[in-house]
């Protein structure tokens, strides 16, 4: 796909190996940069690791955006001429083993536990008040060397709400809830709006907006913007030399670029890539020292949307079994029914690397342990995440250890000389989603049109 912005193979031709601006990798923040900074006057190139750009999502009908706190999702929606439909959350939430959810959103637990996950929402969501994006250690006295696992159980957590918040960071991080940082995890909940928020969003409850596709529609209809063989595939980045005059790439396959300014479309692409000069002291960490988790989905087509005539919502967690959330992905409009469920990397990656067939039906008895044995056998099932039996993950996770945090409240993401930094896990709002990779990508174009006036005056005029 997209072959009218690829620049397929080894060997781009000669004369597009260099451009004013360089981002590797061609995720949404990269794409919404590139787009960005071509509407501005600047050329650029993309460089892609991969030998294809994979429309993320395009298995799924389309995912729901929230019009008021993601604004700049649903503009670019607009702006790009796709549909946005007004979609309202009915029903109840189910979790596995405990069943439909009460009417005030509690899960029907006994009574202990009940107690128990009301007084851990709130005390969560009280601390996540007392974050402040922009100095993220601020709570390290208090919280620094404790787990998410730990948190909850300092706050009153009972060992069945420890399940649930296991599934909420599997769900969200791609990693158990002992393996991620108290504090990482409530910077990444302060940065969408709290727990509540949080909780809503996994669940895609409320009024809210469903976009067609997903993000990987809008990935589609960026790249098709694009100036023709702005992208070049096949071109995993191993190697950036900056001078005060302008920056050298090497790729693996040996290709020489060069220019300007680069933009890293995703920071753990320091992790494989080497850096003269190297990187700052507060960026260090980024070599080695974080946790990466990573998140797959499976779609279940069916012919009814079945969970709505039962009075479910479509939500659901998954306790005891590859799948740790569920979610309706249906779009009514084009008579197409689907649940999408999240099966985290980690723990369950080992174990489902090479099933195939099986893994497609153990989620399918999943759900009928989730939802009831008299759930119908879904029409189709879709693995997009699985490539010749090799376990592909669809989205990836940056969970920051506590005592990074430090690094990070001193460098607030800065550039590295000519070196700028995007991707979700960079922005200081909606972390890890689609609202934060847009943000991070207009914040990247903007320092490199920001950094470049002095160079280029002629763009003076377009800031």
Not at 182 to 211: D, E, I, P
Request: glycine share 10%.
């Amino acid at each position: 796909m997209y072959a009218s912005n690829e620049c397929r193979g080894h060997l781009p031709p000669r004369d597009r190996t260099s451009a004013q601006v360089i981002i590797v990798g061609a995720s949404l923040s990269g794409l919404q940069a590139a787009f960005q900074l071509q509407q501005a006057g600047l050329t650029c190139l993309v460089l892609e690791a991969e030998n294809v750009i994979a429309p993320e999502g395009a298995h799924i009908a389309g995912e729901i955006v929230h019009s008021t706190t993601q604004p700049r999702t649903c503009q670019l929606a607009r702006d790009l001429g796709v549909d946005l439909t007004t979609r309202q959350g009915s029903g109840r939430d189910v979790i596995e083993g405990f069943g439909a959810s009460d009417k005030d959103g509690i899960p029907q637990l006994v009574d202990n536990d009940r107690r128990s996950f009301a007084r851990v929402r709130n005390n969560i969501e009280s601390l996540c008040d007392k974050v402040d994006v922009n100095r993220p250690a601020y709570l390290y006295p208090n919280y620094g060397t404790m787990s998410v696992d730990e948190a909850f159980v300092s706050q009153g957590a009972t060992p069945t709400v420890q399940q649930l918040a296991n599934a909420w960071t599997l769900s969200s991080f791609g990693l158990a809830s002992k393996d991620i940082s108290a504090l990482h995890f409530l910077l990444y909940c302060k940065s969408v709006g709290g727990l509540t928020r949080m909780l809503a969003n996994l669940a895609g409850g409320g009024q809210n907006m469903w976009l067609p596709g997903g993000h990987g529609r809008l990935r589609e209809e960026l790249l098709i913007r694009l100036a023709p063989n702005t992208v070049c595939l096949s071109q995993e980045v191993t190697h950036i030399e900056q001078s005060t005059e302008k920056c050298v790439l090497l790729s693996a396959s040996g290709v020489v670029f060069q220019c300007s300014r680069v933009i890293l479309a995703d920071p753990l692409i320091c992790s494989s890539t080497e850096m003269i000069p190297p990187l700052s002291d507060d960026k260090q960490w980024l070599r080695s020292d974080f946790m990466q988790g990573s998140c797959a989905s499976i779609t279940l087509a069916y012919q009814q949307p079945w969970w709505r005539q039962l009075g479910y919502s479509g939500h659901a967690i998954g306790l005891h079994g590859p799948v740790t959330m569920v979610n309706d992905t249906s779009c009514d409009v084009d008579g197409r029914y689907s649940l999408t469920c999240t099966l985290p990397g980690g723990e369950f990656e080992e174990k489902t690397r090479t099933m195939g067939a099986a893994l497609r039906q153990s989620v399918s008895d999943q759900m009928k342990t989730i939802f009831g044995s008299g759930v119908p056998s879904p029409n189709h099932v879709f693995v997009p995440s699985l490539t010749s039996g090799t376990w592909v993950p669809r989205r990836k996770r940056l969970a920051i250890p506590a005592n990074r945090l430090f690094d990070l409240e001193r460098d607030q993401w800065k550039p590295e000389g000519h070196i700028h930094f995007a991707g979700s896990e960079t922005s200081f709002i909606w972390k890890g989603h689609t609202e934060g990779a847009l943000a991070s990508g207009s914040r990247a174009a903007e320092e490199v049109m920001t950094s470049l006036v002095a160079v280029y005056g002629a763009l003076e005029s377009k800031l």
